[in-house]
């Protein structure tokens, strides 16, 4: 199952077992990084079309939405490697604790669909098409600091 923040008023999270994968879903769903994304989507998401799969030869992507997947990409590394700084640990450590997480049934944690996007460009142009048609939508992005647990 997707999450999809704009349709929750008080989105499902995590419960915060104080894990390694709770405080990168903190860190990365904070105030800051969620208008950080949403100023992204907001500037760029209409740009794109859906042109087909990029890696079939009769659909053409614009170099403009590959230099658009690398300034993500470069926004997003910023976030983590603050993180990864600040909690003292790889990126191998965090990756291998979140797989861990993911991996014991826990599928409420929401950036991973924001990570996956800076490091796969498929992902990172499905990602744009769901701004561009209103799937996704950070643009209350306080909504989405709601915790399940203030209920």
Known sequence: MELDLHAHSHP?????????????????????CLMELNGFAQRHAHKFEDVGHPCSPRHDHPH??????????AMMRKRTDEFLHREGVTAEQAVEECFRKRNEGNSKFQYFE??????????????????KEGRRDLTHWWTCLQLEDDD
Do not use: C, K, T
């Not at 995590?14 to 105030?31: F, I, K, V």
């Not at 403009?64 to 990409?73: A, S």
């Open 114 to 131: 924001y990570l996956a996007a800076a490091v796969d460009y498929v992902r990172f142009h499905a990602l744009m098409l769901d701004f």
């Open 64 to 73: 403009d939405w590959y230099d658009l997947f690398q300034e993500y990409e």
């Open 12 to 32: 499902p999270g995590p419960s915060n077992d104080g894990s390694l994968a709770y405080r990168l879903e903190d860190y990365l769903l904070s105030a800051s």
